[in-house]
């Protein structure tokens, strides 16, 4: 009985919290978005507590570019990809998705344009066409049957009864790598103009994540791809590779630049790989 009060006071707090993030008065509408994306100067401390996640962060980055994030874990490479959709506002410096500030934009507008994917994948009871729907409402067959390919899941969907599929309560009928690609399929269904995936391909083997990656640099919508992972081999391809770590750059460039100039990109790389070029590629 203890332990429950306790739960129920801890649950109490947390459905009366209220947010932070709110709409500016003069928000504007959002229409035509690049994906072109500027951190300048970012700092940014979670509320109670000095601690800085983020330090004085400053980088573009270009529509349509494949930018890759890596760097010890509290590094702040998933706070860095939440300020885009303002799951978080910074506590300095200013951020601007095509030329304006995140806060300009409405809530719901940014969050329909920065679709982002978990390392934990959260799928709901019921059909895979009624989890696909909630990207995007208006979807329809085709573009739900496009996505699911390009996620690599049309194989194993296909034998479970293809959009009829039936899911249990959090994909509990499924593996890791499945409930990941199909939450990956289901961001893709909305056509993100910028597209976050933090660590959702964790679960997948080497194969399906190369297949995967070709696919998402096929899109013809070509968003902005942010991806956050711990597997050098993922990131080598990227535009831009991120090295973050205590909440600094300390790195920026391609997978090869950095095995030469980023000692904290080499650490990494090495711990995997034993310095073996070869079994990255």
Not at 49 to 56: E, F, N, Q
Not at 147 to 174: C, H, P, W, Y
Not at 195 to 209: C, M, P, R
Not at 228 to 243: C, G, M, N, P
Request: charged share 25%; proline share 3%; glycine share 10%.
């Amino acid at each position: 009985f203890n332990r429950g009060m306790t739960g129920i006071e801890r649950f109490t707090e947390i459905m009366d919290e209220v947010s932070d993030i709110k709409d500016s008065p003069d928000a504007k509408p959002i229409s035509g978005v690049k994906g072109d994306i500027e951190f300048k100067n970012v700092t940014f401390s979670y509320k109670g507590t000095d601690k800085k996640i983020l330090s004085d962060f400053s980088l573009h980055i270009a529509p349509g570019e494949n930018v890759a994030l890596v760097g010890p874990s509290g590094g702040g490479k998933t706070t860095l990809c939440n300020l885009i959709p303002r799951f978080y506002d910074a506590s300095s410096g200013t951020i601007r998705v095509d030329g304006r500030n995140v806060n300009s934009y409405s809530l719901e507008e940014l969050r329909e344009k920065v679709h982002v994917v978990l390392q934990r994948a959260v799928l709901f009871r019921g059909t895979l066409r009624e989890n696909l729907l909630w990207g995007n409402k208006n979807a329809n067959d085709e573009e739900m049957q496009a996505a699911v390919k390009a996620a690599q899941a049309a194989d194993f969907v296909q034998s479970k009864g293809g959009l009829d599929m039936k899911i249990t309560a959090e994909g509990r009928n499924l593996s890791g790598g499945q409930r990941q690609r199909l939450s990956i399929a289901r961001a893709l269904v909305g056509n993100p103009e910028i597209l976050i995936l933090d660590d959702s391909a964790s679960a997948l083997d080497y194969v399906t994540e190369k297949a995967l990656r070709g696919a998402l640099s096929a899109l013809p919508n070509k968003p902005t791809v942010f991806i956050v992972s711990q597997r050098t081999s993922s990131l080598r391809h990227a535009d831009k590779i991120l090295v973050l770590d205590n909440g600094a750059l300390v790195g920026c460039g391609t997978h090869d630049a950095l095995l030469e100039n980023c000692s904290v990109y080499r650490e990494i790389y090495d711990s995997q790989f034993g310095g073996k070029e070869a079994a990255a590629k």
